[in-house]
Structure formats: C-alpha cells, structure tokens
C-alpha cells in the first residue's frame, strides 16, 4: 500500500526512551557547611544569629537578610513547639526523611526553642491516631545513624 | 497614559497528556488560534513574551529562543519569565509594561507547559515520573528532603494555622468549593474532568495532607494557550471590544519564612491584590467585580484567596461558599471554567486560561457557563507551590 500524507500522519506518536538523563551533582553547601558538619559529625543543631540585629534565624542562613550581616553559629537544643501541622498519607517521592520513616508521620511547622523563626519538618508519631500531634506538641529532633549533612538527617518525635 | 487590552485569545482543550504535539507545535497552535480571534495577521505581531515555567519537565532548557523560531518570529524581540506557577501572571504583568513604555504596539503572549512525558521506568508510572522530575521546583536544601509534596506543605504552612485560627474553612465547605469547580467544569468543554461528584465524594477521596484530600487538589495536564495584547490606539482598530488591564502587579513574599505574623496568609496575594486595585481604582472588590480566576492548587488556597482579594474579611472565605456567593449564579463567581481542580492545571499556563475565561466572560462569549455581567470587571490571581510569587491582574471592559 502506497504511504499517503494521511497515512503518515494518523500513526500514533512515536515515543523516545530517555532513562539516563539524570543530572548529578557533587553540591557544595557553601556558608551552611558549619551547620551541616555539626549535624553529620555530632547529632547537634546549631542556629544562625545575626550580630547586628540579634535576631536567631532558623533556618539558618549564611547572612542576615535584614542587615546583610555574615551570621554567627550558635548552639540550640534540637527541643520545639509546634505551632502548625498536617497529618500526611501521600508519601511522594525522593523525601529524604520518608526513606526511613513511615506515613503517616506529621509534617510540622516548629518553633524550636531560642530561634525566632519556624522550620518545618516531619515528626514521627507514636500511634497512626490522628490528634496526637498538635499545635502546642513539644517535639525533640532524633539524629539517625547514616548521615551525609542534609536536614533530612534527623526527624522529629513528641517529647514523652 | 497609554493603555493594554487583550484583543484576542487562543486557548486547546486541558489533557492529562498531549503527546500529539511536541511543545512547540503545542505552541504554535495556541499562538495561530489567538491571531485568528484577533483576526489579525502574524506581521502585525512586534513583540513576543512566553510563559514557560519548567525546563526539565520539556526536557529541553532555554526552551524560548526555540519557540521563536518555531513561531516564525526571526529577528523580533522575545522575553521568556518564570515564576513557578505564578509566571504567567508574572509574564502578563512584563508584557504590559513593555506595551504601555511604548517599546512594543501589539505583542503575542504565549504561556505553555508539558509534563506528560515524564516517565518513571521503574514503577512505569507517568505520575511518578512527573513527582521525581518535578522535585527541584522546591526548595532543595530547606524543604525538599522532608517536604511531602505541594498540597502538604501549602496545608501546613497556609490552611491549617488559618483555621486555628478562625475555624474557617472546615472540611466541608474545602469539599464544596472543590464540588463547585467539579460542577463548573463539567459545562466547559475544554475542561479535563467532566463528573459529576457530592461533596461526600471529595471528602472520602483518599487525604494527600490533613485536610487537603487528592480531590481538593488541583490536577497536572499538558497545556498552553495564547492572548494578543494591544495598545490602546491598535485595540480600537482591531475590535469594537477590547478588555483592558486596567490594574497588575506581583509580590514575591516567602511563606517558608515563616514567622508569627504571617502563617496562615498568603501575604503576597494580599500586596498584590492592593497594588493591582490601586491601578484599577478598586475599592470595594466584592461589589466591583463580575468574577474572579483563584488558585485552586488545593481548595484551601481558593478559599484564602477570596479572603486576600479582599471580598471578605479574614475566615470569612468558607461563608462566602456556604453562601453560594463564588457560585456561578452567585455574586462574584470563582472558577467559573473549572479551575485547576476539574479544568485543568500545569504551571506557567493555569492563570493565563483563567485570564482567558475572564476575556471570554466579559465578552459575553462562555455559551453554556457565561455568567450575569454587571460591573464588566474581572480578577485573576495566582501562586506558586510555595504561595511566594503571588500575581493579580485585574481585567475590564468597556463601560
């Protein structure tokens, strides 16, 4: 059968397979280094306080962005508050903390103590009950074992 | 002053996937259907201005320079501007300030976005696909790595201190917004959803995020469509009825740093909002507008938006659904097309439709879904993932 304009066109789209077109990254954390050692090498938290302005970032961030100060590190306990939260079943994909914890767990806004701003970040509940993590919940980070400097390195549980 | 109508539109009809066109015949045909309703030719075009939010997702960076010259447009100036989902509202606000300082007359709008071909091989899912290539749209080192997704951290961050705070939305009145933009959608044939659901079937949907549920949320689709923007002298030789931007402007203002005074806003859609209405010569919105074009990324943000557009006060949101006011027959109409939820949604384009569907309500051109015109006055805002870039542009006919 001769191939015809029409013909040629009422084929279905041919589709390419890309399967190694994954951009890596050897991914400098540049003026966060301090904070990331610190949670790689000793399971500690440190904050970001501007030398100017006093106020405690966190967050951190390398510079102040009020007073475009360079900040300086100081230590926090790793112990918060939540003050806003959501119970989450949809595990989506490539989350660091979901590799090691389970859904449910809690995604939270956390007021940790001496910062003057909120992190968000996943709590692990101790019951799969919805209500056991509130606004109000005192929550401490856990470090786990396999570290490599990023914030999904830790979670979060209610203070007992 | 000079001023900027929109004098022609091109919209294709919502679709999970569109693998009949790659992105720049998808672009092509929206930019061809706008000069068409403008009925005017491609040579009039001297300016051209895209809307392109993701390259990873076309798997092809820079993606502008290649639609130019897909589009025919060798040797005219083009400018492509991204803001995460809001950028078409970002892209529209560029377009008009190129037009009123006099460097453009009459310049071709094109917003435009695939994700359909995203793939995971693994799991031979589409949508999973979509979630790992799309991931980088986040912030990488501060959310990314215990972030759950887009409607999760929009609940946290935005929704639920919102209702601590005011008790308002409760879960049923999320669910009947989501039913009304279910029910909008179903009379546009362009929509992606065309069903027919209860509210007990958007709260029974499974929970993405407490207590945003997958049918609170707004849907992934390949998109694009186009507007032509003219100067006011060109407009008036064009048609005899041009919808003007009477009023536009964005605000950048970062949820995720989130302090006392601004969780449970969307601050940025309030700035914007109030610079866009100063333009405008706004003052009481919910008596001046005919209807408005929200973010439904999850209905949660549609209800705040009613608040930050200033139609009500503040938790005041789920009454107005209650009340049948963001109805279609209703006061001031929300999504009347649909919205992101049933109609359609990628980023980069779901704000230009909905800019569309203002252009054709005012126009009185909806058919089946044209709403009451009063005012002759219509409002589009719209966000990012992380409600940081927020845009609002207000639209208006002749009077």
């Known amino acids: 059968m ?9 084929e279905p789209p041919l589709e390419l397979e890309y399967r190694d077109w994954k951009p890596q990254y050897l991914y400098s954390l540049g003026e966060l280094s301090p904070f990331f050692r610190e949670i790689k090498n000793n399971r500690k938290l440190l904050a970001s306080k501007c030398p100017q302005c006093k106020k405690v970032w ?23 508050t939540v003050v806003a939260c959501s119970y989450v079943y949809f595990k989506g994909h490539g989350v660091e903390v979901l590799g090691y914890i389970d859904v ?34 005192r929550v401490k980070a856990i470090f786990r074992e396999n570290r490599r400097g990023t914030i999904g390195d830790f979670y979060f549980v209610p203070i007992a | 002053m000079r001023k900027v109508a929109v004098v022609g539109i091109g919209t294709v009809p919502w679709q999970m996937r569109n693998a009949e066109k790659t992105f720049r015949a998808l672009g092509l045909q929206v930019a061809k259907r706008a000069l068409e309703d403008a009925k005017i030719s491609k040579k009039d075009i001297d300016n051209v201005v895209y809307s392109i939010y993701c390259e990873s997702m076309i798997r ?11 589009l025919g447009f060798q040797g005219l100036p083009s400018l492509r501007v991204e803001a995460g989902a809001a950028g078409e509202g970002y892209a529209l606000g560029a377009a008009y300030a190129q037009i009123i300082s006099g460097m453009s007359d009459i310049t071709l709008y094109v917003a435009l976005q695939k994700g359909g071909d995203f793939y995971d091989f693994e799991t031979r899912s589409r949508g999973d696909g979509f979630q790992n290539g799309m991931f980088i749209s986040m912030d990488t080192t501060w959310l990314q790595p215990v972030m759950p997704s887009v409607p999760g951290f929009l609940s946290t961050f935005c929704l639920v201190p919102h209702m601590e705070k005011y008790g308002s939305p409760t879960p049923q009145q ?15 044939p362009e929509a992606q959803l065309h069903q027919k659901v209860k509210v007990d079937d958007i709260l029974n949907s499974r929970i993405i995020s407490w207590p945003t549920t997958t049918r609170m949320s707004c849907l992934y689709s390949d998109g694009a469509c186009a507007m032509i923007l003219a100067s006011e002298d060109k407009a008036r030789e064009i048609t005899d009825k041009p919808v003007w931007i009477s ?5 950048t203002y970062m949820t995720s740093r989130a302090e006392p005074g601004n969780i449970g806003r969307m601050m940025g859609t309030y700035l914007a909002a109030q610079r866009a209405y100063k333009m405008a010569g706004i003052k009481k919105p919910i008596d001046e507008l005919d209807l408005i074009q929200v973010h439904d990324l999850i209905t949660g943000t549609e209800i705040m938006a009613y608040e930050e557009l200033g139609l ?6 789920g009454r107005l659904v209650d009340e049948g006011v963001v109805e279609r027959d209703g006061k001031v109409p929300a999504n009347v097309d649909g919205g992101r939820i049933a109609c359609g949604h990628v980023g980069g384009v779901s704000g230009a439709y909905g800019a569309c569907e203002i252009v054709r309500q005012l126009k009185e051109q909806a058919g089946d879904r044209q709403i009451r015109v009063r005012n002759g006055r219509g409002v589009m805002q ?7 870039s927020n845009s609002v542009t207000v639209f208006e006919r002749d009077r």
């Open chain 2, 247 to 251: 009023g536009t402007a964005t605000s």
């Open chain 2, 60 to 70: 092809q960076q820079i993606p502008s320079t290649l639609m130019q010259d897909y």
């Open chain 2, 312 to 317: 009500c006060e503040l938790g005041e949101g």
């Open chain 2, 174 to 188: 999320l669910a009947k917004a989501a039913v009304k933009n279910y029910n909008n959608a179903y009379t546009n």
């Open chain 2, 382 to 388: 719209c966000i990012d993932g992380h409600a940081a």
């Open chain 1, 104 to 137: 449910p767990y809690v995604y939270a806004l956390i007021h940790l103590d001496g910062a003057d701003t909120y992190m968000s970040h996943g709590i692990k509940p101790k019951s799969q009950k919805m209500g056991e993590i509130v606004t109000g919940t």
């Open chain 1, 58 to 80: 966190m967050p951190p961030r390398g510079d102040c962005p009020d007073c475009y100060e360079e900040v300086e590190w100081i230590p926090i306990s790793g112990e918060g």
């Open chain 1, 2 to 10: 001769a191939t015809t304009n029409e013909t040629l066109k009422k």
